[in-house]
């Protein structure tokens, strides 16, 4: 078993991606509603509300297991393996889903949770990388599931001279294209390593034919390191990463700002005068809170500050104009 830990910003640009797949299947929830991926939006953004100022409070795992292991994967074992994985790295007392996806050959599922648990506090994404590997290990031995023979497994102590830089450079490279979206990024990475990449032409053109990585007075081929390093394979994993950023990233250009919405919201409420009197409609404090409202505000960022202060002063102006419209 394998995971990858991811943080985002966006609820809904996660949700949608992993909920609105095709042959997407919900698993399990707990604290959010599983009818739609809009009520599930909902349902995170609500309880991040507690922590505004989290600015990335979207949890995102991938949990892969070899195609070996399918016969071994039910629905209900895949959710209890989540759930174990979940308690062994500290994510706890928060809102999540599991769903599945079967647009690959391997089984894999999807977790999102909050960042942001039931009581309001931030659960912690440090050391999400050495905590991820030691849980999945730990799995995969505890049940059996197959054990791969790739380099992940070498014992890099007892490495020396040319082998040892080529297990340097493999750590080096995958680590890198975990968060990379660009070949620029993953030279920055790199170069912060002592490793520079020297890029193969065909001839006469400036299309990329291969790829070389080198660390001290040692350069190697990507594809000779391992066959997951060649020029092709890395950049479509860079795409795939890109990708999954703009998902996450949840840009909706079109949609008004939070602000635009209340000051909308607080126009229609004072032009109404029926709104002001008891039991005859709806008020502005009720309609901020509708969850059709809340769902449509984008997520709390870094100006959430500003916004609360706001909100806090229209309150204040509507309870003191209810209170004079009673009066008469």
């Known amino acids: 078993m394998m995971g990858k830990p991811i943080t985002g910003r966006s609820f809904g640009g996660c949700v949608r991606y992993v909920v609105n797949k095709q042959d997407a299947k919900i698993l399990s929830a707990d604290g959010v509603r599983m009818q739609s991926a809009n009520a599930m939006i909902n349902d995170f953004n609500l309880q991040r509300q507690m922590r505004p100022e989290l600015g990335k409070a979207v949890g995102h795992l991938v949990l892969s297991w070899s195609k070996e292991d399918l016969l071994k994967l039910s629905d209900d074992i895949m959710v209890e393996r989540a759930k174990e994985y979940m308690d062994k790295v500290g994510i706890k007392n928060t809102q999540y889903a599991v769903v599945r996806h079967s647009d690959r050959a391997h089984p894999h599922l999807h977790l999102i949770y909050n960042r942001v648990d039931n009581n309001g506090k931030t659960i912690t994404d440090k050391n999400n990388f050495a905590k991820n590997v030691k849980a999945c290990k730990e799995i995969t031995l505890k049940y059996g599931y197959h054990l791969g023979k790739g380099k992940d497994l070498v014992n890099r102590q007892a490495l020396k ?45 400036s299309e990329v034919q291969g790829i070389s990585f080198e660390k001290g007075d040692i350069k190697m081929k990507g594809s000779a390191i391992d066959r997951s390093l060649s020029y092709g394979k890395i950049d479509s994993v860079l795409n795939r990463n890109q990708q999954v950023q703009q998902y996450h990233a ?78 008469r």
């Open 161 to 205: 001279g040319k082998e040892k830089v080529k297990y340097e450079l493999y750590d080096a490279i995958k680590a890198g294209m975990k968060t990379a979206t660009t070949w620029k990024q993953l030279e920055a990475h790199l170069a912060r390593q002592g490793i520079t990449i020297a890029y193969k032409y065909r001839s006469g053109t």
């Open 250 to 327: 949840g840009i909706e250009e079109h949609k008004p700002s939070l602000a635009d919405q209340i000051r909308q919201a607080i126009s229609q409420d004072v032009g109404s005068e029926h709104h002001h009197r008891p039991g005859s409609g709806k008020g502005i404090l009720e309609t901020l809170l509708e969850p059709e409202f809340i769902a449509a505000a984008p997520d709390p960022m870094g100006d959430a500050d500003k916004r609360r202060r706001k909100r806090k002063k229209y309150e204040a102006e509507h309870a003191q104009s209810q209170s004079s419209g009673i009066s």
